[in-house]
């Protein structure tokens, strides 16, 4: 069990940098981290129930706390000493801190100047900016924080550029002044997000894996799927799915869970490229999957200015249709080849699963509660369920939490919050240049440009720009940057906010399974020993539906539930259902027997229709459907006679 999981912390050191935290060999020093993790974790607490601070302290306090932790946590290099905390982060770290006691002992002063900074001012905002984009570097890679500093200096030199792309310029003092004491930089809207909603989700979640969690989802999926034909697959989608939507994080995802569920499907049969595109498209797929969506749905209401809920009703049917793609692939995928599922005997009985830890879905039963019925703030929704959980585990030994495991938890949470945090923060140069200089503007207009009068290419040139911005970073800043950059886009041509903020978000999360840099199929390649480019083309293939969806709700949004009546909503979403089902087939190949390439392209075009949510385009996939499954029921009927004809005639002879 150890061996396994140091292979596992192996993994996600080498996929994840997230995952690369210090584990001090001084316990003086191990206590002090421990302590100062938990003490983050119970100010959020402390906030999410009294209240906090006005919005500039606790956002800044909230920055601070997160960049001194960081510090402790995350080595400068990829091969530096972990056992250690070398002298410069801790210089960092107190230098981390002195930023919010500046803005807490001269928050006056700092509101009044309004706009025109002293020189203490730009020193510990230009301290903050470097600071933020330094620990992003090492938590989330090069790519945001190159792009942070493009971004500034664009706007420093984007003044001399000609076009549509230039501006008025400005200075170096008033670009640190608007990223340091405005909600547009780096205190901006995503770090206020992160302050609340996030950092107590991560923090839940980090609670529930402590009770048991991740292992109670396993469980369950193997009692409910492992007996079925390709059993272990569905395993995969079920538990990915489920966790990947709590804790946001594809890629430690993929490698935590499919540290269990890759070797599974390799042993029933399937291939290395294609068990790792299951585990790598199921984890992305949590992100959007309600009622969490990895906590990007809290930052979509608050950049929308609409209520969560919405989001949610929304986003479901999008991310069914997601799973359901999926599934019915590795159904027809396990048929085709005639894979079986896992001995019954071999399996943990669903009675037994429910008996040891079922009681673990009653904190998730209270949030859905709490967040869609009880009226309550998000905020306190989250701070309840909390509390509610570390309860709930004191009903069964096996997920009895004592006092050590909540102080783990806290701690857990804290450090799991670090990377998500830094992210957000680092994002803030990019939308906050973006703001003043009026590049997102111009970066919609050169779409639309691109596409001309055609929505088609307008949303084909956005797809591939949010699959671009958002390689190789975290799901919540590729969604922010992507919102900021080619949203805006669909909404000049008069698409809702909610379906292009969810249309740019989807593509968004491609990015994690879209070679070249598809960093959670590649952590999937890396437990299956498959081909890591091979594993990514294999995701886009699985993840066909929701490469498709996306389009089909900008041009009718009753996929989205929006604007219809309970009958229109589950004619829409029976007929999604099955178009999405004959697109696997499609993909795939095989429908009762292997599938001509002709009636391939015929079948693909009807389930296009059938998911289009349009009466006259639905008749008319009925028909092709109905035509292309008895054709195929009598090809195989035909090869069923030919198979059974040649038996008996090798019998006779």
């Known amino acids: 069990m150890e061996e ?36 983050v974790s119970l100010y959020h607490l402390y906030t999410a129930y009294f209240g906090t601070p006005v919005t500039l302290k606790h956002r800044s306090l909230h920055v601070s706390l997160i960049l001194a932790l960081g510090f402790l946590l995350f ?33 006056l002063g700092i509101v009044h100047r309004g706009g025109i900074p002293n020189s203490w001012d730009v020193f510990f905002g230009g301290a903050l900016i470097l600071l933020v984009l330094e620990l992003a570097r090492r938590v989330t890679g090069w790519a945001l924080p190159v792009m942070g500093l493009l971004f500034i200096l ?37 770090v206020g997000v992160a302050s609340t909603y996030i950092f107590l989700f991560i923090l839940f979640g980090a609670v529930m894996n402590r009770s048991g969690m991740g292992q109670f989802f396993n469980d ?80 979509m209401a608050e950049v929308l200015g609409i209520q969560y809920r919405v989001i949610v009703v929304a986003a479901i049917l999008p991310a069914l249709l997601y799973y359901l793609g999926i599934m019915t692939q590795v159904q027809i995928r396990a048929t085709k080849k005639g894979l079986d599922g896992i001995p019954r005997d071999q399996l943990p009985r ?28 998000i905020i306190f929704s989250a701070f309840l369920t909390i509390l509610i959980t570390v309860g709930v585990s004191m009903l069964r030994a096996t997920t009895r939490m004592n006092w050590k495991g909540v102080v783990l938890a806290l701690d857990e949470g804290a450090r799991s919050a670090v990377p998500v945090a830094v992210a957000c923060a680092a994002v803030g140069p990019i939308v906050g240049v973006a703001g003043i200089t009026g590049f997102g503007l111009s970066m919609a207009y050169t779409i639309v440009s691109f596409g001309g009068t055609s929505l088609l290419l307008t949303l084909v040139f956005t797809m591939v720009t949010c699959m671009i911005l958002g390689m190789g970073l975290p799901s919540i800043p590729a969604y922010l940057i992507t919102a900021t950059m080619a949203a805006p886009a669909l909404i000049q041509l008069g698409i809702e906010p909610l379906v292009a903020h969810l249309f740019v978000f989807y593509f968004a999360m491609f990015a994690n399974i879209t070679p070249p840099v598809a960093l959670a199929a590649f952590a999937a ?20 539906a929701g490469f498709i969806v996306p389009y089909l709700f900008v041009y009718n949004s009753a996929l989205l539930l929006r604007g219809t009546t309970f009958t229109e909503g589950m004619v829409v979403a029976v007929s999604a259902v099955v178009g999405v089902m004959m697109l696997a087939a499609a993909a ?30 639905d008749a008319a996939g009925v028909a092709l459907i109905a035509a292309i499954l008895f054709f195929q029921w009598v090809r195989a009927r035909r090869d069923r006679q030919k198979t059974g004809a040649a038996g008996a005639s090798a019998e006779a002879s």
């Open 4 to 39: 396994k999981q140091v292979e596992v912390q192996e993994l996600l050191e080498k996929y994840d940098s997230e995952s690369r935290f210090r584990t001090f060999r001084n316990r003086t020093m191990a206590l002090f981290v421990l302590a100062a993790g938990v003490g």
């Open 75 to 107: 080595p400068a290099r990829k091969g530096s000493d972990r056992t250690r905390l070398a002298w410069y982060d801790g210089v960092f770290a107190l230098l981390a801190l002195s930023i919010t006691v500046y803005v807490f002992t001269d928050y």
């Open 154 to 190: 664009y706007a420093l030199f984007g003044g001399r550029m000609p076009g549509f792309f230039g501006h008025r310029g400005y200075e170096l003092t008033q670009v640190i002044n608007h990223l340091f004491v405005t909600t547009d930089g780096v205190y901006g809207t995503a």
């Open 220 to 299: 369950l999926a193997l009692a409910l799927a492992g007996h079925t034909r390709g059993g272990p697959a569905k395993v995969a989608v079920i538990a990915s799915g489920f966790l990947g939507s709590i804790n946001g994080a594809a890629v430690a995802n993929v490698v935590t869970t499919g540290a269990f569920t890759i070797p599974l499907m390799k042993r029933t049969g399937y291939s290395r490229e294609f068990a790792g595109a299951v585990e790598s498209s199921a984890s992305v797929g949590g992100q959007l999957l309600p009622p969490i969506m990895g906590a990007a749905a809290f930052i």
């Open 350 to 377: 669903l009675s037994a699963v429910m008996r040891e830890r079922g009681h673990l879905l009653i904190p998730l039963i209270f949030l859905v509660y709490m967040l869609f019925f009880s009226g309550r703030t």
């Open 525 to 544: 390649a890396g437990i299956s020993g498959g081909n890591a480019v091979r594993t990514g083309f294999a995701s886009m293939k699985l993840s066909m």
């Open 588 to 617: 795939e190949g095989f429908l009762f027997t292997v599938m001509p390439v002709a009636v391939r392209v015929v079948l693909f075009a009807a389930a296009l229709l059938l998911i289009s949510a349009d009466p006259l385009q």
